[in-house]
């Protein structure tokens, strides 16, 4: 369950659900590699200022529940994950690295997304709404707009 971090002059509550796949989609996730990845997370935690708050494998996939402080961008979260991770993996786990024709572990894609301890976007639309004696939208947009 992710918690309210308290810092100086903050308390954030940032969750996110993260997913890395493997290089090449390969199946290489099994019960030993499990272990050590979540063993390899679990010392992050100590060293970082990130939470597992859960941890899913698939045969070719993972899917993370991180909980972070705003210091932290995703990009740098998926960073240290992943550079972290994958060396440790190897090093522990060397048959994978020549599952993976000795190359990378993670492939250079993600997916990431924030996900809300209170609601989704309607729940918080709502909850917004409901604040002091008169709400006035200012704007909204639910076009995305092509850059």
């Not at 070719?60 to 060396?87: E, R």
Request: glycine share 6%; proline share 2%.
């Amino acid at each position: 369950m992710s918690e309210y971090i308290h810092k100086r002059h903050n308390v954030t509550t940032l969750l996110y659900h993260l997913v890395f796949p493997a290089k090449y989609r390969r199946a290489v996730f099994d019960k030993a590699i499990d272990k050590r990845l979540g063993d390899v997370c679990l010392e992050l935690e100590k060293r970082y200022q990130l939470k597992f708050l859960e941890i899913g494998t698939d045969e070719d996939h993972v899917h993370f529940l991180v909980q972070s402080v705003p210091s932290y961008s995703v990009t740098k979260l998926v960073t240290l994950i992943k550079s972290i991770t994958a060396s440790e993996i190897f090093r522990l786990c060397p048959h994978v690295k020549k599952q993976l024709w000795g190359g990378e572990f993670w492939s250079d894609g993600y997916f990431a997304s924030t996900v809300g301890r209170h609601g989704d976007e309607h729940t918080i639309r709502n909850y917004v709404k409901g604040q002091g004696k008169e709400y006035q939208k200012l704007h909204e947009d639910r076009q995305l707009a092509l850059f």
